[in-house]
């Protein structure tokens, strides 16, 4: 296969989600949480959001994070229409990925300029996405398809192509270490840092505990690396 030449994340935000290594994907159903859920993580040390487009505040809790966190790198997720990715450029989306791999979406994405990761966990998935210039995807559901065994064997055809992957799905801080060691992971992503039951409690202090074990965790394995 001929290199592709289009990319569907600019260097800059490759390089941003690997030097990071960690996104916390966010459910918010109150405005207000915005900020501070945001504060509690780069407390502990992320800086990388996924802000899943599953409640109608999304979109207004986005504009306060860039408002008032711009240290954040603001991501969103749950991607599924053409119209959702011209709303998040508008927003100033740094990135964005989706469960799923469309065609359309991608192309859309890239029409806007925005970064995106499409959800792949076959390898007919992995053909659509690099067909259409993606070389950074989302690794989706990773825990149920069979964690990292199965995205080695999946990617081997593949690994002329460079890729790199993001698992969500079923990560946590007692398998984040056995997805970071592997030089095919740029970051991994999981709810389990804020997950929605302490947004919607407030519970900042624990957000802010789950952001640095994952932190201090990343840089323990990247040390080893
Ligand atoms: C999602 O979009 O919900 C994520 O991939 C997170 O999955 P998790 O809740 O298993 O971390």
Known sequence: MQPIAQQAMTPEIIEKIDNTGVIAVLVIDDV???????????????DAIELTLRTPVALDAAAAIKKEVPEMTLGFGTLLTVDQVKAIADVGADFAV??????????????????????????????IAVEHGCRVLKYFPAETSGGMPHLESMVAPYSYLGLTFIPLGGCNIKN????????????IGGSWIAKRPLIQGEQWDTITKNAQEISDLIKKVRTKK
Not at 32 to 46: E, F, N, Q, R, S
Not at 103 to 109: F, M, Q, R, S, W
Request: glycine share 8%.
């Open 32 to 46: 207000k949480h915005a900020v501070p859920t945001a504060k509690a993580l780069l407390k502990g040390g992320v």
């Open 98 to 127: 989706a469960p799923g791999c469309n065609p359309k979406i991608i192309d859309e994405a890239h029409k806007q300029g925005l970064s995106f990761a499409p959800g792949i966990m076959t390898p007919s998935e992995i053909e």
């Open 176 to 187: 984040a270490a056995t997805y970071l060691e592997s030089p095919l992971i740029t970051a």
